[in-house]
């Protein structure tokens, strides 16, 4: 071995435990190894930065605002509202009537947004009609992860890995190209929730601090859940070292975390993202920090969305769909012809429906800088240099040759798994744009040591790398959600990893069918 292939794997070695330690945000440890990379010459400083001018990246950095444009239309809180059954029902007639409309939202926008706006509604609700609230955030998680494989737009992993595709000379994904296995694997995990949830997810964890402890001598003070989002000052800081209640003017009464409920000794407890911290707050407290990027999630018990006019909720709407449209229609070969000098591709739409939003006030464009996920940004261009330092040290080709070598007298088919449980694995460990970073030039050097086609191992690799059902760690979602319902690690292994399954045989049967080696 090579000093650059000996270097490059210490490095990467480093940065998988640094991403499973969550010392550092993932887009600055990633950054790191990039650098090492120049330093010692293995990248130069323009495969450094070309990440930074990718058209994937730039695409996911837009449909931020898109999402948020969307959101401040209060477009999904009608929407849910109207899903939700009043009066009597059951757990089953309510997800049959949720689970499908939510994963066809999001595979069209942000699942974050979708996730953090319906969760403390159908919490509420859940309450109201004496129904547990934990038969549904998990599988409101995973079903906005199910309807995101379905579309190039749905999970900004699909667009890095295209992004990718395009680096190497390749033809991108369509519009719904994914959708041709990513809706058998959503058919099939919405089935299995609707079977199985109510049976393996936990009943209702009662909370340690309720509305109704509020002291009397604190009329005016009202429970309210945070949770941490990656931005908070105070991550990896003992709370009484932080001190909660002169930054925000609210008392940390407990703090909750892995289905576990901490009401003693409070001030000793190290804060981590994806922490909800139940606090006594006013009615203030929602209204000043409900914009804000350091909590992810703020629910009171009370609707905070946003009600503007229907005029603007149909105006966005139509954004939408037009962006859609536009983007699939573009593809067209008789379009192409028709426009040679424009790609009608995502890209140009998104970014023509971002300004429109901008100048329509549907979001503010003033404050546009805070509805980007900086961090992810970060992330995926950095996978960029380091998918490159990969195939320049001459690593990928190793690892391929390793692995061919493992399964050879079995075929390509048996490698597409292989890649499928590498990338699964890492995207449950670290994050799902790290592990497709990882994985694609493995992917690009067994297609091409075997003289097989690539893209049958694209595709597996966005399949697998969004599939992240194991863990609460290796999606925001899941950590959304296992703060608002108070679930254990336990409780995403048990329901999860069959659902991993699930995707995991679907992927590999389907995908050679649709995409030949």
Not at 85 to 98: D, S
Not at 251 to 261: D, F, H, L, N
């Amino acid at each position: 071995m090579t000093f650059e292939i000996i270097f490059v794997l210490l490095a990467l070695l480093g940065m998988v435990v640094a991403l499973a330690l969550d010392k550092m945000r993932p887009g600055m440890v990633l950054f790191s190894v990039v650098v090492l990379f120049l330093c010692a010459g293995i990248l130069t400083p323009k495969e450094m930065l070309e990440g930074f001018s990718n058209k994937g990246m730039i695409t996911v950095a837009m449909l931020f605002l898109v999402s948020e444009g969307i959101r401040q239309s209060g477009a999904l809180g009608q929407v849910i509202k109207k899903l939700l059954p009043q009066g009597k029902t059951t757990v089953f007639k309510a997800q049959l009537r949720m689970l499908p409309t939510i994963s066809f939202i999001s595979a069209f926008l942000n699942n974050t947004p979708v996730v953090v706006i319906f969760a403390p509604i159908i919490k509420r609700w859940a309450e109201s009609v004496k129904l547990p609230a934990t038969k549904f955030l998990i599988p409101l998680s995973y079903v906005t992860i199910l309807g995101g494989i379905c579309t190039l737009i749905g999970t900004s992993t699909n667009l890095v890995v295209h992004g990718m595709i395009l680096e190497a000379g390749y033809e991108g994904f369509t519009m719904f190209e994914l959708g041709k296995v990513g809706i058998f694997i959503a058919i099939a995990g919405i089935i299995y929730l609707l079977l199985f949830s109510s049976k393996l997810l936990p009943d209702v964890r009662t909370d340690a601090v309720k509305q109704d402890d509020e002291p009397e001598e604190d009329v005016g003070l009202h429970r309210v859940e945070a949770v941490l989002g990656p931005r908070f000052p105070g991550i990896n800081k003992k709370l009484g070292e932080f001190n909660f209640q002169r930054h925000y003017g609210a008392a940390v009464k407990e703090i909750k975390r892995s289905g576990q409920s901490i009401t003693a000794n409070l001030d000793n407890e190290v804060l981590r993202e994806g922490d909800t911290l139940v606090v006594m707050a006013d009615d203030s407290f929602v209204q000043t920090w409900g914009e804000s990027s350091v909590f992810v999630l703020l629910a009171n018990g009370k609707d905070n969305e946003p009600v503007p006019g229907k005029g603007k909720r149909w105006f966005a709407l139509l954004l939408l769909i037009l962006m859609i449209t536009g983007a699939t229609v573009g593809e067209l070969p008789v379009v192409k012809e028709a426009f040679p000098n424009i790609k009608l591709d995502m890209f140009f739409f998104v970014s023509v429906t971002t300004i429109i939003m901008a100048w329509t006030k549907i979001f503010p464009a003033r404050k546009y800088t805070k509805y980007i996920s900086w961090d992810i940004l970060i992330t995926i261009a950095c996978a960029f240099a380091i998918s490159k330092a990969m195939v320049n040290s001459g690593v990928a080709d190793v690892v391929a040759t390793y692995i061919i070598g493992m399964t050879e007298h079995y075929g390509p088919q048996v490698l597409l798994a292989a890649v499928f449980i590498i990338t699964n694995l890492f995207t449950e460990l670290i994050t799902n744009n790290a592990a497709a970073a990882l994985a694609f030039p493995l992917a690009l050097s067994i297609s091409s040591q075997m003289g097989v086609s690539p893209m049958p191992f694209f595709v597996v690799i966005c399949m697998a790398a969004s599939a992240s059902f194991s863990t609460p760690i290796g999606y925001q979602t899941n950590l959304i959600v296992q703060g608002i319902g108070n679930y254990k690690f336990t409780d995403f292994v048990r329901i999860g990893l069959p659902l991993n399954i699930i995707a995991f045989l679907i992927s590999i049967f389907l995908i050679p069918l649709i995409w030949p080696f």
